[in-house]
């Protein structure tokens, strides 16, 4: 099993930055990919970002330029660089730890954006 912690939500201006953590314990050898998604009131759940086992990245179209995903594996965290955010940024913002045989989600952290 995998747990995952996330941290770094808060209010910030538009304009403004954030980063989220995603710290994992646990099973973390069996990791394939580490994705955040967030959830805006009355929508869907979406994938923002993922970052596979190998490094490589991928991105929604509405945050491509504006975020990025990286990790550190000696800390087993995943982090997302936040820039240039807008008020739609606004969602609760979730990491999930994609194994073979099983998904593990965090409990979620609140960003919101506004003046």
């Known amino acids: 099993q995998v747990q995952l912690v996330e941290s770094g939500g808060g209010l910030v201006q538009p304009g403004g930055s954030l980063r989220l953590s995603c710290a994992a314990s646990?099973?973390?050898?069996?990791?394939?990919?580490m994705d955040w998604y967030r959830q805006a009131p009355g929508k869907q759940r979406e994938l923002v970002a993922v970052i596979t086992r190998g490094g490589s990245t991928n991105y929604a179209d509405s945050v491509k330029g504006r975020f990025t995903i990286s990790r550190d594996d000696a800390k087993n965290t995943v982090y997302l660089q936040m820039d240039s955010l807008k008020p739609e940024d606004t969602a609760v913002y979730y990491c999930?730890?994609?194994?073979?045989?099983?998904?593990?989600w965090g409990q979620g952290t609140q960003v919101t954006v506004s003046s």
């Open positions: 646990g099973t973390t050898i069996s990791i394939n990919t």
């Open positions: 999930c730890a994609r194994l073979t045989t099983a998904n593990y």
